[in-house]
């Protein structure tokens, strides 16, 4: 059995890598997140956690002894009224799991991104990469999409269909590196660097 654990796993991006994978019968999934998720929308076969991601805590020996962990952790913008930051909510997280990991056998999955029209939401995404990089060498593994979009996530569902038509069926290069991906096929393409298949996602454009 391959142990995975999820942090962030009840995010939009995290509950749909959670959803691929758990078709998978040789997978034992945790997922770990600051609230543990609601008990009504939980996945079968999925073992779900709460745990504050920024401290130290049990949560990092449990993520030591997995095979994988993947990264979902973040946001995409700070908010002062939900008293959020790069650092806090992106930064510290991804930096307690890999100094977690790095004396272990543990690989890291870090869902980074192709391209935003947000340059902080960048330079923490490759903060982060070139940490890992640097602490875990070859067991650093990234995905790069750009814009994530579903059903599920109202607000940019049509702006995903939208900018996919743009660059599809318009032919506006200038746009694709927004790379629009849809919930599923980011899963799919996870599911594959865990089974060590290649998927274009693991390359920047």
């Known amino acids: 059995m391959t142990h995975i654990v999820v942090l962030g796993g009840t995010g939009f991006v995290g509950s749909g890598i959670l959803q691929e994978l758990s078709k998978n019968s040789a997978y034992t999934l945790t997922s770990i997140s600051k609230t543990g998720g609601d008990p009504q929308k939980h996945l079968a076969g999925v073992h ?108 940019t569902y049509w702006l995903g269909r939208t900018l996919n038509f743009l660059i599809n069926q318009c032919h506006l290069t200038i746009l694709k590196q927004y790379r629009p991906v849809t919930q599923g096929d980011l899963a799919s393409a996870v599911d594959q660097v865990l089974k060590h298949e290649n998927t274009p996602l693991t390359h920047r454009i």
């Open 48 to 155: 779900y956690e709460a745990a504050n991601l920024t401290k130290k805590g049990a949560w990092q020996t449990e993520i030591a002894k997995a095979d994988w962990v993947i990264d979902c952790v973040g946001i995409l913008r700070p908010s002062r009224k939900k008293k959020t930051s790069y650092e806090q909510n992106s930064l510290l997280p991804a930096l307690q799991a890999i100094d977690a990991i790095k004396d272990s056998k543990t690989s890291f999955l870090f869902i980074n991104a192709n391209a935003a029209p947000i340059p902080e939401y960048m330079a923490f995404k490759h903060a982060v990469a070139d940490y890992a990089d640097q602490q875990l060498d070859s067991r650093a593994h990234n995905v790069y999409p750009g814009l994530v979009y579903g059903p599920e996530r109202k607000n």
